[in-house]
């Protein structure tokens, strides 16, 4: 069964969200975790692309945007909304809809910042999950 992991930030400093998805990102890898990132578009990709290549130096985090032009084989993409969400360990899910096919995934991840939109469309998303009968964890981030 799917379990639902919703990161609700407590911070709202600038940056903190992506911050902490960059983290996310880099430990989950590091559990030997394939990851697919849900962007909101093309240019959320693009930023998001550029923010895991330079966040740590000290680290790499191997991946592609997924934007359906080539084969992608990277253990972490970022998929574009044109792009199906194909069955992976861990999706994150940075869209403001839930994925569509849910049940491919072992783990969904949801990061939730102070902004009141996202804090809305978050509280949503959790409704949805909820009422499909799937597990779901909330972790409060400082």
Request: proline content about 5%.
């Amino acid at each position: 069964m799917t379990q639902v992991d919703f990161y609700i930030l407590q911070n709202e400093r600038a940056g903190h969200r992506d911050r902490t998805l960059c983290q996310l990102v880099q430990k989950i890898y590091g559990l030997g975790h394939e990851v697919r990132i849900l962007a909101e578009g093309p240019t959320d990709a693009r930023q998001l692309d550029e923010l895991l290549w330079t966040f740590n130096p000290n680290s790499f985090i191997p991946h592609e945007i997924d934007d359906g032009s080539r084969e992608c084989s990277a253990p972490i993409r970022i998929v574009l909304p044109n792009r199906d969400d194909p069955a992976t360990n861990v999706l994150i899910n940075l869209r403001s809809q839930i994925p569509e096919h849910v049940d491919r995934h072992d783990r969904i991840v949801e990061i939730i910042d102070g902004d009141d939109t996202q804090r809305q469309a978050g509280r949503d998303r959790y409704r949805r999950y909820q009422a499909l009968g799937l597990k779901i964890e909330t972790h409060t981030l400082g």
